[in-house]
């Protein structure tokens, strides 16, 4: 074990955060924390480091390693270059390098005993310096730089002349580099495009310590993790395996507590009712057999019943009116932002219920390409055509087209006002806003929050053809699950830009790749993509695109539910009858006997019986017999009752 938190708890307030909490990460482990948006995880990061205290716990380092930790937000001001900055991580390397060069310039005018001495010096520092793969530093620094999607043009540029994904991704380069014994990343593939992703994963499986990540990329988590810590409701609970495995198991449990618990409330409610009847009966023997009943019941502990899952809203998105067979149509697109060519002579068209995806690296011209069908932006030349009825929805993730001072609800509810609130809050849910949330002002929402309540209004457009520019941005794994399966039953058409590759395999029947200035049709998935890349980029775009490894998560096995046949589903059927038969029988025969008990009752009170001792004594008799049968009725009613 290289790192533990043990028993670690974190309240705001009311708002309880993770409430012994425990959890630990063996060395070369990768591991992931997942969970639903708010609920802890870049808190829990916090608390490891040091930025926030525990309330209570520990959390434990091995003596002698070392941690690093990178934010999803960076506030790098430096003014040097970016190499330079992601250098400032062999520092310990460049020292050394000039201590070497020092002892060589020394030795040139010394002799002797000193002489001897510093070769000492020398061979140490030699030694060391090799064991540090000191002479590959530079092509080290160089190879993460380029696989983090930096062009050696962009090495040169000022660190706080840059946007805030560019810092992040020169601040997870840096650490990199540093090498510590077990790395925390809070979302790092932020800001990285396709290329980049996968070369992160690659690095990440080779990386000699151990790795804690946050990440709401499924195919990331697949790829490089082998333990899930999921943090739910303030709770941690441990799972072996990749993404996949995580899900598949937390499913088999929900569906198992479930179960326990549906049966255990079946269980209470039978108890119940089988108290109220004997109750009823209104005899003391009946009597007490409820209140053994009774206290039998309060033994029972109580299984919690599973929190809903927030799969369960399903989002209806159906367009308005059906389009005709040819959606679009571009012929010979081109656009240029000099001396930049994004792309040139493009040519394609999408049909009617197509869901295609378009990918290529960062600043190819993917969201220009959007733009430019939305009309937002111009084509230098070419043009494109809009089949017949075609009605666009457009997500935009720059132009958010959203009143300021509403609220979120008002923003909802005054677009659709045939909707009801509950209808409303549901839609609002999905994407992550809850309770007073909704009460929020759009111009009080951050970049992120403006694009989910966007999200939310276009999946309530009515539009045939649905444009989106990274819709999964700013979701979860939960809302992205729902956002897929809306747009999967989805019956129009979808053209969308996205680097999340699990939602591209999910949703996405025909892929378009950006490369070298034009579009390498694949149809089929993301997975089919890999399988076809270097092969189909050869052939259409004039060159060898990177190896990208494929990974195809395990597909359940189809599992046919057995059914009775008709003929034991008569037998079940004639069983169950006979049961309620047979207990109404003995309910009737327990009435008619308890009605005899009560009269030979009265009758001993009267005179002329009690009186006679021949009398006294067949009454005395009947009345043993009578409760003996009771009894027994008693005991077979439960049982049928069962």
Wanted: glycine share 6%.
């Amino acid at each position: 074990m290289i790192f533990a938190c043990q028993g670690i708890c974190k309240a705001f307030g009311e708002e309880v955060i993770v409430k012994n909490g425990s959890f630990h990460i063996e060395e070369h482990e990768k591991a992931a924390l997942v969970g639903i948006n708010g609920a802890g995880k870049t808190t829990i990061f916090k608390m490891i480091v040091g930025e926030l205290p525990l309330d209570a716990g520990n959390v434990v380092l091995t003596k002698g390693k070392t941690l690093g930790y990178l934010a999803q937000h960076q506030d790098m001001m430096s003014k040097g270059t970016i190499y330079d900055e992601v250098k400032t991580a062999k520092t310990e390397l460049i020292s050394m390098e000039q201590q070497i060069r020092a002892v060589e310039s020394k030795m040139k005018h010394l002799s002797g005993d000193e002489l001897e001495k510093s070769m000492e010096t020398y061979h140490r520092l030699m030694t060391a310096f090799e064991n540090a793969n000191g002479y590959a530093y530079e092509s080290e620094i160089t190879g993460v730089l380029r696989g983090l999607g930096f062009e050696e043009s962009d090495f040169g540029k000022r660190v706080d002349t840059l946007s805030g994904g560019q810092k992040t991704r020169v601040s997870l380069g840096k650490l990199l580099l540093t090498k510590p014994d077990i790395l925390l990343l809070d979302e790092p593939t932020n800001h990285l495009d396709l290329n980049s992703i996968a070369w992160l994963e690659t690095y990440l499986l080779n990386y000699p310590g151990a790795v804690l990540i946050v990440s709401h990329d499924r195919y990331f988590l697949n790829r490089v993790v082998t333990k899930i810590v999921e943090i739910e409701n303030g709770e941690l609970m441990t799972y072996l395996g990749n993404y996949h495995a995580y899900s598949e198991k937390k499913r088999q449990l929900r569906d198992a507590r479930l179960k326990e618990y549906l049966n255990q409330q079946r269980e209470i409610k039978h108890h119940e009712a089988v108290i109220e009847k004997l109750r009823s009966f209104n005899r003391e023997k009946s009597i007490k057999r409820a209140e053994s009943r009774e206290k039998m019941l309060e033994k029972i502990k109580p299984v919690e019943k599973p929190l809903e899952l927030h799969t369960e809203i399903h989002l209806k998105l159906e367009p308005a009116k059906i389009s005709g067979q040819d959606v679009l149509l571009v012929e010979h697109l081109s656009k240029s932002f000099p001396p930049q060519t994004l792309f040139t002579d493009v040519n394609f068209e999408i049909k009617r219920g197509e869901h295609v995806a378009v990918i290529g690296d960062n600043g190819t011209g993917k969201t220009t390409l959007l733009k430019i069908l939305n009309q937002v932006l111009p084509a230098d030349s070419g043009c494109f055509h809009l089949g017949t009825n075609v009605q666009i929805g457009y997500y935009d993730q720059e132009h958010h087209i959203l009143h300021m001072d509403k609220t979120i609800f008002d923003e909802i509810s005054d677009d659709y006002p045939s909707l009801t609130g509950t209808q409303i809050r549901n839609m609002l849910a999905a994407f992550l806003f809850t309770g007073d949330d909704v009460f929020k002002l759009i111009g009080d929402l951050s970049g992120g929050e403006r694009g989910r309540v966007s999200l939310a209004k276009l999946m309530l457009s009515e539009a045939n053809f649905l444009i989106l520019d990274e819709p999964t941005n700013h979701l979860d794994i939960t809302s992205k699950e729902i956002l897929e399966k809306a747009l999967n039953d989805y019956t129009g058409t979808i053209l969308y830009v996205s680097h999340d590759r699990y939602f591209i395999n999910q949703t996405a029947t025909r892929i378009l790749d950006l490369v070298n200035h034009t579009f390498v049709n694949y149809i089929g998935d993301y997975d089919y993509y890999l399988e076809k890349k270097d092969e189909l980029t050869a052939a259409y775009a004039g060159t060898t695109a990177n190896t990208g490894t494929s990974f195809v998560p395990p597909k359940n096995a189809g599992i046919s539910d057995s059914k009775l046949s008709w003929q034991e589903q008569k037998d079940a059927q004639a069983k169950e009858r006979k049961r309620q038969n047979d207990l109404k029988k003995t309910e009737d025969k327990i009435a008619s006997l308890e009605a005899r008990s009560s009269q030979i009752d009265e009758l001993m009170t009267q005179e002329e019986v009690y009186t006679n001792s021949i009398k006294c004594q067949e009454l005395s008799k009947e009345k043993s017999t009578v409760e003996a049968e009771l009894e027994a009725l008693y005991e077979t009613w439960e049982l049928l009752a069962e």
